[in-house]
């Protein structure tokens, strides 16, 4: 069974770059999964950030894609976010996930099936 | 940015059934397949539904999935007190290129 583990600082300073992390044991960042970050925050609810593959493809989230960048570390089985010039706005919840892969007889599609418990981050003025 | 929508709350007795809805567009819902999640307070969100309605091992058949158009539902029978949780939907939209979710529903039981 996969567990994902985010860690970094719970508090960021505005128009500074918020870094978090997440830990993967259970499963491999190698794999053919596909590993993931989304926030949570009371105002806008749900919100995927971006995806990437082990072997660095990504997808952003076209809202934030000239602030995010994502990588994928091997050795550590580990993945990374980096969100630079944060505002109040981006203060919430960050989860990590994993997407696996579904198929059916005319096409194949990744979901998010495993998530992180979240980790609180604050943009502080 | 545009995400699905669900209805904020839902509550009904133990053993009944409860109907959580997400309603989308033709961009996310009418052509994607749609997961549904649990999330406790303070735990990370569980899988209970992909691919419209198969459940993953270990999930019961309490919870079941079912799509129709742009619209999405997940039921619970026999409802239990552990079933108190938010509960949502998320599928990809290709007009966005953009995984969206649902606002989250809180089921209570009474």
């Known amino acids: 069974q996969v567990k994902l583990q985010e860690s970094g600082p719970g508090l960021v300073k505005s128009s500074g770059t918020l870094s978090l992390t997440c830990g993967v044991s259970?499963?491999?960042?190698?794999?053919?999964?596909?590993w993931s970050w989304v926030r949570q925050s009371p105002g806008k609810g749900l919100e995927w950030l971006g995806e990437?593959?082990?072997?660095?493809?990504?997808n952003y989230n076209p809202s934030l894609e000239s602030r995010v960048a994502m990588s994928v570390d091997v050795s550590k089985n580990q993945f990374s976010l980096n969100l630079n010039s944060v505002t109040a706005a981006d203060t919430a919840v960050y989860f990590c996930?994993?997407?696996?892969?579904?198929?059916?007889?005319?096409?194949?599609?990744?979901?998010?099936?495993?998530w992180g418990r979240g980790t609180q981050v604050t943009v502080s003025s | 940015q545009s995400g699905l929508t669900q209805p904020p709350s839902v509550s009904a007795a133990p053993g009944q059934k409860v109907t959580i809805s997400c309603s989308g567009s033709?961009?996310?819902?009418?052509?994607?397949?749609v997961a549904w999640y649990q999330q406790l307070p303070g735990t990370a969100p569980k899988l209970l539904i992909y691919?419209?309605?198969r459940r993953p091992s270990g999930i019961p058949d309490r919870f079941s999935g079912s799509k129709s158009g742009t619209s999405a539902t997940l039921a619970i029978t026999g409802l239990q007190t552990g079933d108190e949780a938010d509960y949502f939907c998320?599928?990809?939209?290709?007009?966005?290129?953009?995984?969206?979710f649902g606002g989250g529903t809180q089921v209570t039981v009474l």
């Open positions: 996930a994993r997407l696996t892969l579904s198929c059916s007889i005319t096409s194949c599609y990744f979901f998010i099936d495993s």
């Open positions: 259970g499963d491999s960042v190698s794999s053919t999964n596909w």
């Open positions: 990437i593959s082990h072997g660095g493809s990504t």
């Open positions: 033709s961009s996310n819902i009418g052509d994607n397949y």
């Open positions: 691919h419209n309605d």
């Open positions: 998320g599928t990809w939209d290709g007009t966005l290129s953009n995984r969206v």
